[in-house]
């Protein structure tokens, strides 16, 4: 664990890098590809609200918190089962979300090196677990900084090579609507109904599902990318950071949903579903992002490009095989099953973890084939896992009446319920009608209404059993619910230094660009 | 300590010093297949921009002497 040493800056771009993987720039490049400027929403709705709901309102919280992980959050706001089915349900989550970013790294090579992809995936394995073993948080940190940089470097050069071949915004928007729709190109001019958009999607999908439940669960309680804040030297540092992290995350699509726009453009082929593609060997929307790379860089550019490609899979894939590892060894095995064990015993069951981690990762590797997109795999994810949590943790922080038993229901029908519709719709299609309000729905419309319902489960039932379940005392909530903890105060600074002030600003522009891209 | 900003100096003059001379040699040696936009030399003017980045960060924070 990194000691509080980080500035903002540096805290901030290590929090908006530690999201900067494969699930960033060739998922998301490969969504703008599928679904046209809609995936911007999750850059922009989808991700700045909540960043800075996470600078202004819950870090000065998490920062002088009890607890700096969800799971040990879970164990003293609502005891052990709650935070059983919260290790149990990250653990899946960790070791899944490490196969997308396997996967990916694995279809760079295969597209710019050629290799066969079962090779690429092993050798993408291999050479994780090589990082994981040499480096620790800290280092992750310094990394993910680092490779910040490198991506910038890497990829901004396909949307100024790419706008220039288009002809600037107005041709390109031209163009798309020529080769597509019109509807490729508006953020929320089509989303009235469930057929006036590419992903068959209505505005309360986006605005309740994605900025609501999976974008304040990721962003606040995904402890993958909270602790990058929690190593900030002091409180305003803390709340900087995310503050810093969201003025950037406005930037990004312009690396990463513009190249896939671009490619809808100017490539030369049309790009199919990644199930379709594993049969036809023709190029999937996954492969959109290197294909742009290698259509304008040559051998120099390239190299780059793709070195920062790899830096993003590669600390995508360490950070979630090292949280698997950690949960796994500290918050089910000693726990739950072995609780006597020597410290040289635990810390030998978190390298064999780590080896098995990154065997489960490959195995998951092969299930992103069955998906149409990257995009579409990782938000079933956040449906399952993060929109039961999200409304658990923010009940138990927020509600000081809310009771063990009411978590642990809350949080386990709440993961099953989604668990459950994606599975009914798997089955039965025709069930989409009911679990997306609308038959026309695509896979991301789908995800963001199962996080909204099993969020609504999840709340619902918690609320329920913690009414009729006997409360803990005020004093037993301290540190652990908001009303009942001294929150502190970042003291009297200049205007300029204020978060406050920077988030203002941040808000400005971001209404300004949404009005823009209407 | 060393500065964190001086090693993304000396990576950005690393790379834009190496994708400068890739570009400069392929002006001399044109490729066979040229990638799409070829006539704007990209890694001449994009190397030399990072390696200028790289060297202002590598200069501004380099390691003081105790």
């Known amino acids: 664990m990194a000691g509080r040493d980080m500035t903002a800056w540096v805290a901030g771009l290590s929090f908006l890098s530690a999201n900067l993987g494969a699930l960033e720039l060739m998922g998301w490049a490969g969504s703008a590809y599928q679904y046209g400027i809609l995936a911007t929403h999750w850059y922009w709705i989808g991700a700045i609200p909540a960043m800075l709901f996470l600078a202004l309102v819950m870090m000065p919280f998490y920062y002088i918190s009890k607890t700096h992980s969800v799971p040990g959050y879970l164990k003293l706001r609502f005891g052990e089962p709650a935070r059983a089915v919260s290790a149990v349900s990250f653990g899946f989550m960790t070791v899944l979300m490490s196969g997308v970013n396997m996967f990916a790294m694995a279809k760079v090579l295969q597209i710019v090196l050629g290799w066969d992809i079962n090779v690429s995936i092993w050798l993408s394995a291999g050479t994780v677990a090589v990082y994981v073993a040499l480096g620790g948080l800290r280092s992750a940190i310094f990394n993910e900084v680092l490779q910040f940089f490198l991506i910038w470097a890497g990829v901004l050069l396909i949307p100024i090579l790419g706008l220039h071949e288009a002809g600037g915004w107005s041709n390109l928007k031209i163009q798309i609507a020529h080769r597509t729709s019109e509807q490729y190109v508006h953020l929320w001019s089509g989303l009235g109904s469930f057929t006036g958009n590419p992903m068959g999607i209505h505005w309360t999908g986006i605005v309740f599902g994605l900025a609501a439940v999976i974008s304040m669960g990721y962003w606040t309680t995904d402890f993958l990318v909270v602790q990058r804040i929690l190593a900030a030297k002091d409180i305003r540092s803390a709340e900087m950071a995310p503050i810093i992290g969201a003025g950037f995350k406005m930037m990004v699509p312009f690396i990463v949903i513009l190249p896939g726009l671009l490619g809808l453009a100017v490539l030369p082929m049309k790009l199919v579903p990644e199930s379709v593609a594993t049969v036809t060997g023709a190029h999937s929307y996954n492969d959109v992002l290197p294909l742009m790379l290698a259509r304008y860089c040559g051998p120099g550019l390239l190299g780059l490009g793709i070195t920062a490609l790899i830096a993003g899979f590669m600390s995508g894939m360490a950070g979630n095989v090292t949280a698997f590892t950690t949960v796994w060894t500290y918050d089910i095995y000693r726990p739950l099953i072995n609780s006597k064990g020597t410290d040289h015993h635990y810390v030998n069951m978190g390298r064999w973890t780590t080896v098995i981690g990154v065997l489960i990762s490959v195995g998951t590797a092969y299930l992103v084939m069955q998906f149409a997109s990257i995009m579409d795999y990782v938000q079933a994810l956040f449906s399952f896992f993060i929109a039961p949590l999200f409304g658990t943790v923010v009940l138990g922080m927020l509600w000081k009446r809310a009771t063990g038993p009411g978590g642990f229901w809350g949080l386990l029908l709440g993961t099953a319920s989604s668990i459950s519709m994606w599975a009914w719709v798997k089955v039965d299609p025709s069930a989409l009608r009911y679990v997306a309000m609308s038959p026309h729905a695509k896979a991301l419309a789908q995800d963001m209404y199962q996080a909204l319902w099993s969020f609504l489960v999840c709340v619902i039932v918690t609320v329920v059993v913690s009414l009729v379940t006997k409360p803990k005392t005020d004093s037993e909530l301290n540190g652990l619910v908001y009303g009942l903890t001294a929150v502190p105060s970042i003291g009297n600074v200049p205007i300029y230094q204020k978060p406050h002030f920077w988030a203002g600003v941040v808000v400005v522009i971001f209404f300004a660009l949404n009005v823009y891209f209407w | ?66």
């Not at chain 2, 936009?37 to 190397?47: E, R, V």
């Open chain 2, 1 to 66: 300590m060393i500065s964190i900003w001086f090693f993304i100096g000396i990576a950005l003059l690393v790379d834009g010093v190496l994708i400068f001379s890739a570009g400069m040699y392929e002006l001399w040696h044109p490729p066979v297949h040229p990638v799409v936009l070829f006539s704007l030399h990209a890694p001449i003017w994009w190397g030399g921009l990072l390696a200028v980045i790289g060297a202002i960060y590598c200069l501004k924070f380099k390691p003081k002497g105790s």
